[in-house]
Nanobody, 114 residues
Framework: QVQVAESGGGLVQPGGSLRLSCAASGFFSAYVMGWYRQAPGKQRELVAVVTPGGSTMYADSVKGRFTISRDNAKNTVYLEMNSLKPEDTAIYYC?????????WGQGTQVTVSS
């Protein structure tokens, strides 16, 4: 069983920055790693994805503000979030995908408020 664990959430003022981390066990370098988020009353949505080869994809709402990266030596994927807005407030989830199997973490709360 692959274990996925997020960290780094918290309270930040609008315009501020946060970096989320996600560690996954197993054959990390083979996983497609993704960040998703779910705001209250809304469906979970894709934020960013990074492939084993390092290709990335972002939701339009975060392009130019968020950066996803991975460190295979540390079995960790990061989400650098800048210029945060109140509408970025959500629980942020990390997942690891290997072929057709997806493993989810428990999520970390990000709150953007003054």
């Amino acid at each position: 069983q692959v274990q996925v664990a997020e960290s780094g959430g918290g309270l930040v003022q609008p315009g501020g920055s946060l970096r989320l981390s996600c560690a996954a066990s197993g054959f990390f370098s083979a996983y497609v790693m993704g960040w998703y988020r779910q705001a209250p009353g809304k469906q979970r949505e894709l934020v960013a994805v990074v492939t084993p080869g390092g290709s990335t994809m972002y939701a339009d709402s975060v392009k130019g503000r968020f950066t996803i990266s991975r460190d295979n030596a540390k079995n960790t994927v990061y989400l650098e979030m800048n210029s945060l807005k109140p509408e970025d407030t959500a629980i942020y989830y990390c997942n690891a995908k290997l072929v057709s199997t997806i493993y989810w973490g428990q999520g970390t709360q990000v709150t953007v408020s003054s």
